[in-house]
């Protein structure tokens, strides 16, 4: 599909995901919330708690260190434990160093306070941001995220990340959102594929796809076409009707 949108990649953090303990869905979200606002989610990565792994991935992603993507987007990796590095690994990658920030600690410690909890080291260490670094507010449990060059921090448990989210949605660059029609039809994917071919070179703009499915003992394809020009998505689906004589 040709756009000239702002774009965005994910990185996801945590050995648990790539280990299948913890099903990831923070992707699937973002994913949506940046369609809404016109931003070409082209890449989704999942690395370990990797220190270097993680630093490669953000200098290869975010284009203000030279990396292919407008944005990136980070969930996991920030909280109390030994093994959440992310905080540093980007520290790294942007050649900065790391301590406790004020503003963070303040906010935590405040929150902690009113509830009774005790403030701990384990805790603060949520608190440690890269230098430079914008807070990202966390309206669900204090512990900020942060941003730093075009690289977004946030948390990796779903209700945190979604609240992160939020606060951020309404500073990006946006684009146009993508439109979309799709079709249903009850044939094997071989069978529609010469149709699909021919329509996706008469529309070039357009991203066409194929998704099939079976139902009992039938076999199906659900026919999608995406685009930024609903006008030109609703002519390329009359055309491939057409086609397939439909």
């Known amino acids: 599909m040709q756009s000239d949108n702002p774009t ?19 992707a699937h979200y973002l994913s949506q919330v940046l369609n809404s606002i016109g931003v070409d989610l082209r890449e989704v990565r999942i690395v370990g708690d990797d220190h270097a792994h993680i630093v490669a991935a953000i200098r290869a992603l975010d284009k203000s260190l030279g990396g292919a993507w407008d944005m990136l987007f980070t969930s996991g990796g920030i909280g109390p434990t030994h093994d959440d590095i992310t905080a540093d690994a980007v520290a790294d990658a942007f050649g900065t160093g790391i301590e406790i920030n004020e503003d963070a600690k303040r906010v935590m410690v405040e929150r902690w306070e009113a509830r009774g ?6 805790r603060l260490r949520m608190a440690r941001i890269p230098l430079g670094a914008a807070l990202i507010p966390n309206a669900h449990s204090a512990a900020p995220g942060f941003h730093i060059g075009n690289t977004y921090v946030m948390a990796g448990v779903p209700e945190v990340f979604r609240a992160m989210v939020e606060a951020i949605v309404g500073g990006l660059p946006t684009g146009r959102p993508s439109v979309s029609e799709a079709l249903e039809v009850m044939r094997p994917e071989s069978d529609v594929a010469d149709g699909l071919r021919e329509v996706a070179q008469a529309f070039p703009d357009l991203s066409l796809g194929s998704y099939p499915f079976q139902s009992g003992q039938r076999y199906g394809t659900n026919l999608v076409i995406r685009g930024l020009d609903s006008r030109r998505v609703t002519d390329a689906m009359t055309a491939l009707r057409e086609r397939l004589a439909l």
């Not at 909890?117 to 384990?122: F, H, I, K, L, S």
Request: charged content about 25%; proline content about 0%.
């Open 8 to 26: 965005a990649a994910i990185l996801v953090i945590g050995d648990e995901i790539l280990s299948g303990r913890t099903r990831e869905g923070n």
């Open 117 to 122: 909890v005790e403030v701990t080291g384990n």
